[in-house]
């Protein structure tokens, strides 16, 4: 069983920042690939962004659209943990941030299909105040 733990969420005005954090019970590297969900007030849940690191197996970050050129997304291999970086954030960020972890590391279709994650973090409300 995978324990994933979020941080880093709180009220924030639009045009700021902030910084999410997930800290995994397991190593990761090599082993999982970890997204960052989220999911608004009456609203289904989607994705964020996605990364896997490992030996020979590495692929860029891949963040939607919505959130491309706004928020970075990274993971620390010794900490076992990954990071979204919310920067210049608008308020329909406003929602739970899920993190996530899928041992299926190597199948594009689930990158960000929320059904395919095993395993999941209780969430992080961010509020983004106009």
């Known amino acids: 069983q995978v324990q994933l733990v979020e941080s880093g969420g709180g009220s924030v005005q639009a045009g700021g920042s902030l910084r999410l954090s997930c800290v995994a019970s397991v190593k990761i590297y090599n082993r999982y690939r970890m997204a960052w969900f989220r999911q608004g007030p009456g609203k289904e849940r989607e994705g964020v962004g996605s990364?896997?690191?490992?030996?020979?197996?590495?692929?860029?970050?891949y963040l939607v659209d919505s959130v491309k050129g706004r928020f970075t997304l990274s993971q620390d291999n010794d900490k076992n943990t990954i990071y979204l970086q919310m920067d210049n954030v608008r308020p329909e960020d406003t929602a739970t941030y899920y993190c996530?972890?899928?041992?299926?590391?190597?199948?594009?279709?689930?990158?960000?299909?929320?059904?395919?994650?095993?395993?999941w973090g209780q969430g992080t409300q961010v509020t983004v105040s106009s």
């Open positions: 996530a972890a899928n041992i299926n590391w190597w199948v594009k279709s689930q990158w960000l299909d929320a059904s395919a994650y095993p395993y």
């Open positions: 990364i896997h690191k490992g030996f020979g197996t590495d692929s860029p970050p």
